[in-house]
């Protein structure tokens, strides 16, 4: 519902509109965008979803962001119960895909992580 009624702002597409709801309520929302399906079809998990494969990175349906918020708002879960928190938002979990947007997952293999998407512990 939130991504339906900031859209209407002249101006925000569900890319925009997302960054603003990740501002205002990170603990909700996390930016859905270019960056970040690239990040996610980086991963093992999520390199062959017939879903995030199939969205136009400069076109993002307002379906398609809720599917990509649900994805931050799950892991985000995950995080907090793996380490008894409630300090993860699907805000974090954008930001990290933000950060990793333009790195070769396997340099990190092989300095930091055994797998290229271990940092995100299943993502």
Known sequence: ??????TKIKGLGVAGGSGLLSLLFPSFFGTV????????LAT??????PILNKIKTQDIKIKEGVYLNN??????HELNQLFGSYCWTPRDID??????????FN??????????????LGL
């Open 44 to 49: 093992e998990q999520y390199k062959d979803d």
């Open 1 to 6: 519902m939130g991504l339906t009624i900031v």
């Open 107 to 120: 340099q990190l293999t092989s300095s930091s992580f055994s797998e290229p998407d271990s940092f995100f």
């Open 71 to 76: 994805i931050y708002q799950k892991k985000s």
């Open 33 to 40: 965008d270019e960056q970040a399906i690239k990040a996610l």
């Open 95 to 104: 930001v990290i895909l933000w950060f990793y947007r333009d790195k070769d």
